[in-house]
């Protein structure tokens, strides 16, 4: 008999009925979507909704995002902070290198503790730094070697989930080109920094579009539920539903 899927709190009342139950802790969830369009609160609400707890959570914040102030707003009471921070890990790398060497860490924290959410926030701006300088170098096996780690890291993390049953959260970023469509009109196109790799790994994937002040949550990929969105505002307590689609 197959085993249900475990999840646990979104840290949102919208964002739990959004996803049936909360993100799944055997995967790794991915959130894209350009900057400023929510990504860090979707990963403070869900490390916070943990910690409350009393969960550990291991956070692994590359963009300096994570912010203490943040914190206190959705708790709404000043006195729990403290509390709730004690059960956060936070990890800063500052180049890819350390991002690898941060990931490496993460096995000897799941064993020495008992670790109820890894959260990266993002995966892809550490890469993108050591991608653009390997394409300065014009070495295509410096090129090939910086995307052969990114991969390397994401395998790990997966692994973890996996095995662990560790839900993994990871935000990325997104690039615009453009292409023509079948009326050969130009289009702007957006997309996932890592494309592929982040899509092979990611077993649900959500993006976040913000569009003149409009925010928009999207589920792009689910192993049970069909794709869906609905608008939202960011609100001090968290985020809140503005309409479903």
């Given at each position: 008999?197959?085993k ?11 964002l ?5 139950g ?5 995967i790794i969830?991915t959130i894209?979507?350009?900057g400023?369009?929510g990504?860090?609160n979707?990963c403070?609400?869900?490390a916070v ?13 590359t963009e300096?995002g994570?912010s203490v102030?943040r914190?206190e ?13 004690k ?7 500052t ?5 690898e ?8 924290h799941?064993?020495k503790?008992?670790i109820?959410?890894?959260?990266v926030d993002?995966?892809?701006m ?6 653009g300088?390997?394409i300065?170098s ?11 780690n ?5 395998r ?7 095995k662990?049953q560790?839900p993994?959260i ?6 615009a080109s453009?292409v ?5 009109a130009?289009e702007?196109q957006?997309s996932m920094?890592?494309g592929?790799?982040l899509k ?5 994937i ?10 928009t ?7 049970s ?8 505002e960011?609100?001090n307590s968290?985020?809140?539903?503005k309409?479903?689609?």
């Amino acid at each position: 008999m197959l085993k249900k899927e475990r999840k646990i709190s979104a840290g949102s009342f919208d964002l739990n009925k959004f996803l049936f139950g909360g993100y799944e802790t055997d995967i790794i969830t991915t959130i894209y979507g350009p900057g400023g369009s929510g990504k860090t609160n979707l990963c403070i609400l869900v490390a916070v909704s943990q910690a409350k707890k009393g969960n550990k959570v291991i956070y692994v914040d590359t963009e300096g995002g994570f912010s203490v102030a943040r914190v206190e707003q959705i708790l709404g009471k000043p006195e729990e902070v403290e509390n709730v921070l004690k059960n956060i890990f936070l990890l800063k790398p500052t180049n890819f290198k350390e991002q690898e060497e941060a990931f490496g860490q993460l096995l000897k924290h799941v064993k020495k503790e008992d670790i109820s959410l890894i959260v990266v926030d993002s995966i892809a701006m550490l890469y993108r730094l050591e991608l653009g300088d390997a394409i300065k170098s014009k070495e295509d096996e410096k090129i090939r070697q910086v995307n052969r780690n990114l991969a390397g890291q994401l395998r790990q993390l997966n692994e973890i989930s996996r095995k662990q049953q560790i839900p993994m959260i990871i935000t990325n970023q997104v690039y615009a080109s453009f292409v023509k469509n079948e009326q050969e009109a130009t289009e702007r196109q957006v997309s996932m920094v890592g494309g592929d790799l982040l899509k092979y790994w990611a077993k649900c994937i959500i993006e976040l579009k913000s569009d003149r002040g409009r925010r928009t949550v999207v589920l792009k990929k689910h192993r049970s539920l069909p794709e869906k969105s609905f608008d939202f505002e960011i609100t001090n307590s968290g985020i809140r539903k503005k309409g479903w689609i």
